[in-house]
């Protein structure tokens, strides 16, 4: 079985950076799709970033872009989401996930998720 371990989250200032982590253990996901969704409080959980396989196309969410940038280092089994300028709305639990084949926006087709990293911002 395949598993996710996100790290990197934690409190920062508006307009602060904060760059998330997710290692990829049990299997290569070298060959996945790899995307980040977050959930806010109360709220349902949103399509983030992702990253392809192959020529690893990106995707962002119009909230965040410009100011996320996705990454993956195969070596490593790892993707990145560095995060930039950070504001309010950002916060919320972030959630890295993966699937076998072509990227993807909705979350249903995702086919392995991490426990989570929680991400505040303070204005």
């Known amino acids: 079985h395949g598993q996710l371990v996100e790290s990197g989250g934690g409190l920062v200032q508006a307009g602060g950076s904060l760059r998330l982590s997710c290692a990829a253990s049990g299997r290569t996901f070298s060959s996945y799709a790899m995307g980040w969704f977050r959930q806010a409080p109360g709220k349902e959980r949103d399509f983030v970033s992702a990253?392809?396989?192959?020529?690893?196309?990106?995707y962002y969410s119009d909230s965040v872009k410009g100011r996320f940038t996705i990454s993956r280092d195969n070596a490593k089994n790892t993707v990145y989401l560095q995060m930039n300028s950070l504001k309010p709305e950002d916060t919320a639990v972030y959630y890295c996930a993966a699937r076998v084949g072509v990227c993807r926006q909705n979350q249903s087709e995702y086919d392995y998720w991490g426990q989570g990293t929680q991400v505040t911002v303070s204005s």
């Open positions: 990253i392809c396989w192959g020529r690893r196309s990106t």
